[in-house]
């Protein structure tokens, strides 16, 4: 700049965040209007009129409207949804967004329960679909999801079941960002139809004889019965826990955690023979 050049007292400033703001309102607005018009439209066939067209071919009357939010790539949107007298609307823009609503909370839940942290599914949702979730959607939605896991784990056991596999895995979990070992007790009946169902599952306890007497208390209290064996290792709470709640039921030590024990103290080139002689004392009958 010379000093014959005027100065420039005013610089005009391109905002290119409010820009960019303006435009996307400017579609979402597009967007929204679109879609009401689209369901006025698809109102009107429904009637075989229009909105105050009097005409004897009319097949129904309007009752008015109701507010409903659908979430967009533009952004979220108010659609008016009309409602008739004699039938109820249907459109397929909200079976759209029905699908996606729930695959969305699907994904949310998954995400969920594979340990992501709540920040990491907010930026994930982000990414895909334009929309950052809230830490309380996502808390509802894991109320949602225990209030069935409850559900289950507390549903009438109906039938008898003769024979009932018990046994506790140890599963890693995500937890205030550190992983930590989760004990996991596991109940499997056998049916009088053979088949086999996931009796109960419990979180939290120890695999000792107080965790496995609260858990067969539960089974039993929600009508586990018929008991005729109870296959488990040979952990010695789960025994005794066993013979006090199905005293009638005799108990057989698992054949896989036998043979486990078994190889762990057997040399890798005996192993082979070792298990061929277990398989043939096994598949011999009772005498």
């Not at 979402?28 to 689209?38: F, I, M, P, Q």
């Not at 009752?63 to 939010?69: D, E, L, P, V």
């Not at 699908?99 to 930026?123: K, Q, T």
């Not at 009438?156 to 930590?180: C, F, Q, T």
Request: proline letters at 2%.
């Amino acid at each position: 700049m010379t000093k014959d050049t005027p100065k420039l007292k005013n610089v005009i400033e391109i905002d290119e965040a409010r820009i960019r703001d303006h435009l996307g309102e400017l579609v979402r607005g597009s967007v929204e209007e679109t879609l009401n018009a689209l369901l006025d439209a698809e109102a009107d066939r429904l009637c075989n009129a229009g909105r105050y067209e009097r005409t004897e071919a009319r097949r129904d009357t309007r009752a008015g409207t109701y507010q409903r939010k659908l979430q967009t790539r533009a952004g979220k949107v108010t659609l008016n949804m009309p409602k008739l007298r004699r039938q109820t609307f249907e459109t397929a823009i909200i079976e759209r967004y029905r699908r996606r609503e729930a695959s969305v909370e699907e994904a949310l839940i998954e995400m969920y329960l594979a340990g992501v942290s709540v920040r990491r599914v907010e930026d994930i949702t982000e990414a895909l679909w334009g929309t950052r979730v809230s830490p309380s959607t996502i808390s509802e939605l894991n109320k949602k999801v225990y209030k069935h896991i409850e559900a289950w784990r507390n549903r009438p056991i109906e039938g008898e079941h003769p024979y009932v596999y018990l046994d506790g895995i140890v599963l890693k979990r995500s937890w205030a960002g550190e992983v930590r070992n989760v004990s996991v007790l596991v109940a499997i009946g056998v049916g009088e139809d053979g088949f086999r169902q996931v009796l109960g599952i419990a979180e939290g306890h120890k695999e000792d004889r107080s965790g496995w007497s609260g858990f067969l208390k539960h089974l039993k209290a929600r009508g586990l019965k018929g008991v005729r064996l109870i296959i488990s290792d040979a952990c010695m709470g789960l025994v005794a826990s066993a013979g006090e709640y199905f005293p009638a039921a005799q108990w057989q030590r698992c054949t896989v955690h036998f043979y486990r024990n078994v190889f762990s103290v057997v040399p890798n080139k005996h192993r082979r023979l070792v298990s061929d002689m277990l398989k043939a004392i096994h598949a011999c009958e009772d005498s």
